[in-house]
Antibody, heavy 120, light 107 residues
């Protein structure tokens, strides 16, 4: 059974960079059946899909965040990461990593979530 | 972007009730509609994908239907553990977008 776990700083200052890592167990992120995604949830914006990647080389981002976001992968550690630059208080949210089915693109497994607060 | 709306935004119900939640897309999305259940402090849980296919181990009192722009989640005979917030997700067109949620609480 796949498990995902987010980790990273819970507090980031405005204008700085948010970095989170998702560690996957029970499945390989280098497989072909899944994309691997980041989403976030805040009271103001609700649930928001940030972007996802496929190990075969395809990475897609939400256009509203694309200029600030990078998703990268470390297959040797079965981890993938989110980097978001120039954060503001509006980026305060619970960030989730998730597994995304290649056929249909629904998110079928989620991490427990990591609260990131943007504050000085 | 495809805008997703849900109705109602909240509803009060009793154990044993049958409830219906509607999700509407601003443009046709085929059957690329997923339903999730979320409880406070927890991640969303997959209930239904492809508009009507029940995820494994999800109780059969949950059901989904619809195609194109209008979709429905039905819960037959509410159980105490079903009181939660329900979200829809469209994965037809990027960026994928979620509905605002429907909170089901105890009457």
């Amino acid at each position: 059974q796949v498990q995902l776990h987010e980790s990273g700083p819970g507090l980031v200052k405005p204008s700085e960079t948010l970095s989170l890592t998702c560690t996957v167990s029970g499945d390989s992120i280098s497989g072909s059946n899944y994309y691997w995604a980041w989403t976030r949830q805040s009271p103001e914006k609700g649930l928001e899909w940030i972007g996802s990647f496929h190990y075969r080389g395809s990475t897609v981002y939400n256009p509203s965040l694309k200029s600030r976001v990078t998703i990268s992968v470390d297959a040797s550690k079965n981890q993938f990461s989110l980097r978001m630059t120039s954060v503001t208080v509006a980026d305060t949210a619970v960030y989730y990593c998730a597994r995304e089915r290649t056929s249909g693109h629904w998110l079928d497994a989620w991490g427990q979530g990591a609260l990131v607060t943007v504050s000085s | 972007d495809v805008q997703m709306t849900q109705s109602p935004s909240s509803l009060s119900a009793s154990v044993g009730d049958r409830i219906t939640i509607t999700c509407r897309a601003s443009q046709g999305i085929g059957n690329h509609l997923t339903w999730y259940q979320q409880k406070p402090g927890k991640a969303p849980r997959l209930l239904i994908f492809g508009a009507s296919t029940l995820e494994s181990e999800v109780p059969t009192r949950f059901g989904g239907s619809g195609f194109g722009t209008d979709f429905t989640l039905i819960i037959n005979s509410l159980e105490p553990e079903d009181f939660a917030t329900y979200y829809c997700l469209q994965s037809y067109s990027m960026p994928f977008t979620f509905g605002p949620g429907t909170t089901v609480d105890i009457k």
